[in-house]
């Protein structure tokens, strides 16, 4: 099974500054993809921005952006002016290429956004 | 247009009794899913289902964990009897198809006690 490493359990961040969430994967194989997931207080999990392993352009999302480093198999999450409702749980996902395979979350980070 | 529905949203059990979780996923998703997601942890897949069949149970318990999904619709899991360690929230999740890069959209989760 492919494993998912979130290794920062917390983090904080003064508003409206740049934090950035690591998230590091193992894996064997060529073709998959990576999101990171938000889950607030309310434990609704909200898709924040997905990556596709076959393209090497960086997704971004508004405020969110990734460095998505394959070689490295490192996949690490921006967030940019940081505002309140940015605070939340991250979880970082992989998912296989080939239909039907599991999302594997990672730990998740515990983000706290400081006025 | 309405999201994942979980019900109910807290459950407090003895160990050894019986509980059922219901979930009623996003009209015309294919795909329904199950995790069980402990303390301190990412979610972790129970099973998967493409409409009223069963894709991935590899990782459910089932000597005590049961789930369906009538019709293709809505689904239940079930735990009988449960233990201690049972203690979790339990996400109900759902996407149109089990194409890799579908998004998956998550219900708020039912949070188990088991004491």
């Known amino acids: 099974a492919q494993t998912v490493t979130q290794s920062q359990p917390e983090m904080s961040v003064q508003e409206a500054e740049t934090v950035t969430l690591s998230c590091t994967y193992d894996t064997s194989e060529s073709d998959y993809y990576l999101f990171w997931y938000k889950q607030p207080p309310s434990r609704q999990m909200i898709l924040v921005i997905r990556q596709e392993a076959y393209k090497q352009q960086n997704a971004t999302e508004n405020r969110f952006s990734v460095n998505f480093q394959k070689a490295a198999k490192s996949f690490s999450l921006k967030i940019s002016d940081s505002q309140l409702g940015d605070a939340a749980m991250y979880f970082c996902a992989y998912r296989s290429a080939d239909t039907g395979n599991q999302f594997y979350f990672g730990t998740g980070t515990s983000l706290t956004v400081i006025p | 247009e309405a999201g994942v529905a979980q019900s109910p949203r807290y459950k407090i059990i003895e160990k050894r009794q019986s509980v059922a979780f219901w979930c009623n996923p996003i009209s015309g998703h294919a795909t329904l899913y199950w995790y069980q997601q402990i303390l301190g942890q990412g979610p972790k897949l129970l099973i998967q289902f493409q409409n009223n069949g069963v894709v991935d149970d590899s990782q459910l318990p089932k000597d005590r964990f049961s789930a369906e999904r009538l019709k293709g619709v809505d689904s239940t899991l079930k735990i009988q009897p449960a233990k201690l360690e049972d203690s979790a929230v339990y996400l109900c999740?759902?996407?149109?198809?089990?194409?890799?890069?579908?998004?998956?959209?998550f219900g708020q989760g039912t949070r188990l006690t088991v004491v």
């Open positions: 999740a759902s996407s149109w198809t089990l194409t890799a890069n579908t998004e998956a959209f």
